[in-house]
């Protein structure tokens, strides 16, 4: 009797789990999701600059998104060895994105939370330079020349190699665009578009 009641009661505890299964299976998940969103959320915000990374990083994904959209109004190169066709196309887009961005101002793409990382990141590296090692870094601003966001990034100024060292303890950049450094200033260069897509002035600590 006792071996015939236990099986009775496997056997119903068996079919209810098996009628159950799916719906509880789904409501499990769900709360997994929600217990890892909100798990992930928590470190984040025990981490702020996780968070101003992330903010800079999800503003540089919206722009290439909205930078592509550009492009692809922009007639593509036909001929590629011809260097005054490379130039034409480079301005035009470079005057299209100009145009897509005319609200464009400091801080839309370098966000203000990420702001104060960057500068501590910078300064970290120019800790273990020279005060040479600085001022080599430095591309001075030829006479006349102003450059500033939504800019077209004059041919007047040299595009030298950005530090390696700087580079890695950087965010990555998507291939569309580039770090720069012009005077004391940190310039979001759109690599075929030429021109500044943003720029934090002064962010260099380099003496007068």
């Known amino acids: 009797m006792r071996f015939a009641l236990t099986t009775t009661v496997v056997t119903l505890f068996v079919v209810c789990v098996s009628q159950t299964t799916p719906h509880a299976r789904s409501a499990r998940d769900t709360v997994s999701i929600a217990k890892a969103a909100a798990s992930a959320d928590r470190a984040q915000a025990a981490n702020p600059a996780a968070m101003a990374t992330k903010a800079f990083q999800d503003r540089i994904r919206e722009y290439v998104v909205l930078r592509n959209k550009v492009e692809d109004t922009v007639p593509q190169l036909t001929e590629t060895s011809n260097p005054a066709k490379i130039s034409a196309r480079e301005r035009a887009l470079g005057e299209a994105l100009i145009k897509a961005r005319s ?6 793409l370098l966000v203000k939370e990420y702001v104060p990382y960057l500068e501590q990141t910078i300064r970290a590296d120019f800790a273990k330079r020279t005060a ?3 001022k080599a870094l430095i591309i001075e601003l030829p006479k006349g020349v102003k450059i500033g966001i939504n800019m077209l990034y004059p041919t007047t100024i040299p595009l030298a190699t950005f530090p390696p060292n700087l580079l890695k303890a950087l965010p990555d950049l998507p291939p569309e665009l580039e770090y720069r450094i012009v005077y004391r200033n940190l310039i979001l260069r759109d690599v ?6 943003d720029i934090v002035t002064n962010v260099f600590p380099i003496p007068m």
């Open 103 to 108: 609200s464009a101002k400091p801080g839309d």
């Open 192 to 197: 075929e578009g030429n021109y500044v897509a």
């Open 132 to 134: 040479a090692e600085r």
